[in-house]
């Protein structure tokens, strides 16, 4: 598979593991089932860019789960984190609504779908960490604005909506700065219910019992 995935590693850096700079979002290790999910994604429009669209677009689903497969079984270690980015006040409300949401408004907190150590939960939830800050911001600005879409019900999409612009970047910044546990391997489950339903997530149907 390595020399196959060539074309992919050119952007995704060596072995699909980005370093903390640039755009371009590690894939080593992620959970096989999201990864599957986002190739499909980006092969079916729900996800826009182009070069890769490009690509992907004559690949068979099952191809796809190979490729997959093949990135979320590398286990390779994360670089440590950049410095936060970002005033105190700022780093420390973005932990807050992480960690604990905001019931007032109905805000789950992220690792409530997560994970606690926010690594992710297989087979088709991703972790929050070694991600870069401007691919975070990006990535929840563009489920606020319709730019990127999960299948339905879209529960990202959801979440995303009920931030401010400066929340959005509050959160990134303290994401962005939090060191990767041993590997960052997806949790194996999720310690319990999911807060809202998340179409491509397939758990037992106690665990998608949500709200909506
Ligand atoms: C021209 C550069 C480029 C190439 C080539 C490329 N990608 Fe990407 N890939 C990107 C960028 C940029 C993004 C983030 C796009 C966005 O903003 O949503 C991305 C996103 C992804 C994601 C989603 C990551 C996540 O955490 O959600 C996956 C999975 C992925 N690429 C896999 C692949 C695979 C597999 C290949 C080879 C078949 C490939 N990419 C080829 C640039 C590239
Ligand atoms: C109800 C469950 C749920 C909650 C709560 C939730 N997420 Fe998500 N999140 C998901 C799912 C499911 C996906 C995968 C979507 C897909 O397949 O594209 C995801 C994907 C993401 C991604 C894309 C990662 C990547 O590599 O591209 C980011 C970033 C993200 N979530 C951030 C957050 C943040 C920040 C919060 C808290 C403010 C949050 N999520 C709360 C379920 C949730």
């Not at 990864?35 to 689903?61: C, I, K, V, W």
């Not at 949401?101 to 297989?122: E, F, I, K, W, Y």
């Amino acid at each position: 598979m390595a020399p196959r995935v060539r074309a992919c590693t050119l952007c995704h850096g060596k072995e699909g593991r980005a370093t903390p700079e640039g755009y371009f979002p590690r894939i080593a290790g992620k959970p096989a089932g999201y990864l599957a999910n986002q190739l499909f994604n980006f092969r079916d429009g729900r996800r826009n860019y182009a070069p890769m669209s490009h690509l992907l677009e004559t690949l068979s689903d099952a191809y796809l789960h190979e490729i997959a497969a093949y990135f979320a079984a590398l286990d390779l270690p994360y670089p440590p984190p950049p410095a936060p980015q970002a005033a105190p006040a700022q780093i420390a409300l973005g932990q807050r609504l992480v960690q604990h949401g905001d019931a007032a408004r109905r805000l789950p907190a992220c690792v409530q779908c997560h994970g606690s150590a926010m690594t992710g939960v297989a087979p088709a939830i991703p972790g929050l960490l070694g991600l870069p800050r401007d691919y975070l911001n990006s990535q929840l600005g563009a489920w606020q604005t319709g730019q990127r879409h999960a299948q339905a019900p879209d529960c990202m999409a959801e979440v995303a909506r009920k931030l401010s612009a400066d929340e959005v970047s509050a959160i990134s910044a303290w994401l962005a700065a939090q060191p990767v546990p041993a590997h960052g391997k997806p949790a194996a489950q999720l310690p319990a219910p999911l807060p809202l339903r998340c179409g491509g997530v397939a758990l037992p149907a106690a665990d998608q019992r949500g709200r909506t």
